[in-house]
């Protein structure tokens, strides 16, 4: 080999060490800059669920109440009854062609709907969504501010809500007939 070649090369390979020397460095940083956003992410997350009632929440009901209040769970099948009985109270007031046209447009709709092969939540969760609804003591609501879901024991929620209700320097009874009939 000769010298001026090898010289290329050890000089290529020099400059090829720098800039896998630059890579990496750059890679690092790009490291523990997603780690500390993930860390923030984390303490963010703690707060969107607010316990203020009693209940001691477990990990997965605490999980599953950080998705939000609009979350649509997976169904395991198509309530296809319900959908139809829904259907066929809300169109009672329709022209009777339009009736007939709704029905066969849901009837299509129904027939070419498919049971999710997956759920998007996991089976603990699923456990404590039935865990959740069974206890009638604690109430879910939105927050004020902010996309938190606030768990709060019934008794207090009714409390607060007659003492909102009852300030006659805010609120009025409504003494019309037609809008309180």
């Known amino acids: 080999m000769a010298l001026s070649t090898r010289l290329y090369w050890i000089g290529t390979n020099k400059r090829n060490q720098k800039k896998k020397k630059k890579i990496r460095s ?4 790009k ?25 001691t929440l477990s990990k997965n009901e605490i999980s599953l109440l950080r998705k939000g209040m609009n979350y ?11 959908i139809v009985a829904s259907v066929e109270q809300t169109i009672t007031n329709l022209p009777t062609d339009y009736k007939d046209e709704l029905r066969a447009d849901i009837c299509s709709i129904l ?9 998007n939540i996991m089976r603990e969760e699923r456990e404590a969504v039935k865990e959740l609804k069974r206890d009638d003591r604690i109430i879910f609501l939105p ?22 209700l009852q300030d006659t320097k805010t609120y009025a009874p409504i003494t019309d007939r037609q809008r309180n009939p």
């Open 26 to 29: 750059r890679h690092q940083q």
């Open 111 to 119: 027939k070419k709907v498919k049971t999710p092969a997956t759920s």
């Open 72 to 82: 649509a769970i997976t169904p395991r099948h198509i309530p296809i009854k319900e």
């Open 143 to 164: 927050a004020d501010k902010g996309n938190a879901t606030v768990v709060l024991n019934k008794p207090d929620y009714n409390e607060q809500v007659t003492a909102i």
């Open 31 to 55: 490291l523990r800059r997603v780690d500390n956003e993930s860390r923030n992410h984390e303490e963010i997350k703690r707060g969107w669920v607010v316990n203020a009632s009693s209940k």
